[in-house]
């Protein structure tokens, strides 16, 4: 598994942290980091100065490699990508959007850019404007998601560039891992897994909602108004799925989230909250450590890609 992006990104194993919003924190990115994977800081929707707090903090925890999920619809998104730079940041990933503008700057700086993609235009788009590698993401992923689904996403994306692809979405074990290598990736992005560990301030009550979550406990809201987002069902997810089918705008649908997965995140409102997960909750029976988690992972894929 001595592939292309362990050198790039100087990292140990090729295992990347999604940048998850409220998840992804200095905690969790050094943590993984040490552990010989790429740990990323979530920017979301951040102010600058928050950003670069978080980065200096992980930089107190670890000496490894840390980068920064930039989220380009956020409104602070100018000031985050400066900051990236002025804290000497390596490593950054991009989500919902074109980081075309900041392509320049973060050059001229080394720092190795790698876009979160859901189609095989948007890849080969990100090649063309320089992109280091990409990031194919399957809508088994938490969060928002695309349409594909990574097993028919990563091997279409991995013949049309040639620049690294990275595989995400319904990955969280040795198998994912060993599977993803088969269809053509060089690296994994994982973040359900990494939300119950230990390291992770999430609120144990999300933790044990993931750590419970059944095969069929994920759900989809907002495919009506083309904002797709995976979570784990509950009340909210019910309120929302019954507002979509009456019609209701997308500002309304909107306003029921406001501030919902930052209410399960930290205060460990599971029921009206928004619980973030992939379709490979069900799969996680455990909390442990990001070390231990790396470490079981690469050892599983490790032996299936040894037979």
């Not at 991009?94 to 190795?112: C, D, H, R, S, V």
């Not at 689904?149 to 990955?171: E, F, H, K, R």
Request: with cysteine.
């Amino acid at each position: 598994m001595n592939t292309r992006i362990p050198q790039l990104l100087g990292i140990e194993y090729p295992i990347i942290q999604g940048g998850m919003a409220w998840v992804a924190e200095h905690h969790l990115a050094a943590a993984v980091s040490e552990a010989g994977g790429l740990g990323l800081i979530g920017g979301a929707n951040a102010p600058g100065e928050v950003v670069r707090e978080e980065i200096r903090k992980a930089k107190k925890l670890t000496n490894k490699p840390i980068g920064v999920n930039v989220m380009l619809l956020s409104p602070h998104a100018d000031d985050v990508a400066k900051v990236i730079v002025e804290e000497g940041i390596k490593v950054v990933t991009t989500g919902a959007g074109n980081p075309e503008k900041y392509m320049e700057m973060w050059k001229a700086a080394g720092i190795k850019v790698i876009p979160v993609v859901a189609s095989v235009a948007l890849a080969k788009r990100m090649e063309r404007y320089g992109a280091d590698a990409v990031v194919a993401e399957g809508c088994e992923s938490g969060g928002h998601i695309g349409e594909q689904t990574t097993m028919t996403l990563v091997p279409q994306v991995a013949d049309a560039v040639s620049i690294p692809v990275i595989a995400a979405g319904g990955i969280g074990d040795g198998r994912g891992i060993a599977a993803a290598f088969m269809l053509g990736a060089e690296a994994v992005q994982i973040g359900t897994r990494f939300v119950v560990s230990k390291e992770s301030i999430v609120h144990d009550n999300y933790k044990q909602r993931i750590i419970k979550a059944k095969d069929i406990d994920s759900a989809v809201t907002g495919r009506s108004h083309g904002h797709p987002v995976r979570s784990l069902r509950n009340q909210m997810t019910r309120e929302y799925t019954k507002l979509e089918e009456e019609g209701k705008s997308f500002e309304e649908l909107e306003y029921l989230t406001l501030g919902t997965l930052r209410n399960a995140v930290l205060e460990g409102d599971v029921i009206n909250g928004t619980v973030m997960a992939g379709q490979i909750a069900g799969m996680i029976s455990k909390e442990q450590t990001c070390k231990e988690m790396i470490e079981e992972m690469m050892e599983q894929a490790g032996k299936l890609l040894g037979r």
